[in-house]
Nanobody
Framework: VQLVESGGGLVQAGGSLRLSCAAS????????IGWFRQAPGREREGVSW????????YYADSVKGRYTISSDNAKNTVYLQMNSLKPEDTAVYYC?????????????????????WGQGTQVTVSS
């Protein structure tokens, strides 16, 4: 099982980045993919979530309207388009896979519900 994030980098405030999460080794269509982030000294927090079974999405209030999550099931890849980036978006971004079930649908950012995690990609937004 592997989740590989890419697309992070350094960008100025107001800029955009697109993160990718390439998955392998499990039945992608049965899982939801969540994006989480962790800034230094802070807890890991959920950012966005997509169900590969039906395309349902969810966003944290802090990124709603600025981030867009999408999935290409043919490529087993999930994307996170991040626009209007702010310095407070600076963090290591992780993608994670959790099998879709009712609890995860209701509480999509419950970390213990995720089985697989990527290694993370750094996003730095300068002011």
């Amino acid at each position: 099982v592997q989740l590989v994030e890419s697309g992070g980098g350094l960008v100025q405030a107001g800029g955009s980045l697109r993160l990718s999460c390439a998955a392998s080794g499990f039945t992608f269509d049965e899982y939801a993919i969540g994006w989480f982030r962790q800034a230094p000294g802070r807890e890991r927090e959920g950012v966005s979530w997509i169900s590969s079974t039906d395309g349902r999405t969810y966003y944290a209030d802090s990124v709603k309207g600025r981030y867009t999550i999408s999935s290409d099931n043919a490529k087993n890849t999930v994307y996170l388009q991040m626009n209007s980036l702010k310095p407070e978006d600076t963090a290591v971004y992780y993608c994670a896979a959790g099998k879709v079930h009712p609890f995860l649908r209701d509480y999509p950012f419950t970390i213990r519900e995720y089985d697989y995690w990527g290694q993370g990609t750094q996003v730095t937004v300068s002011s």
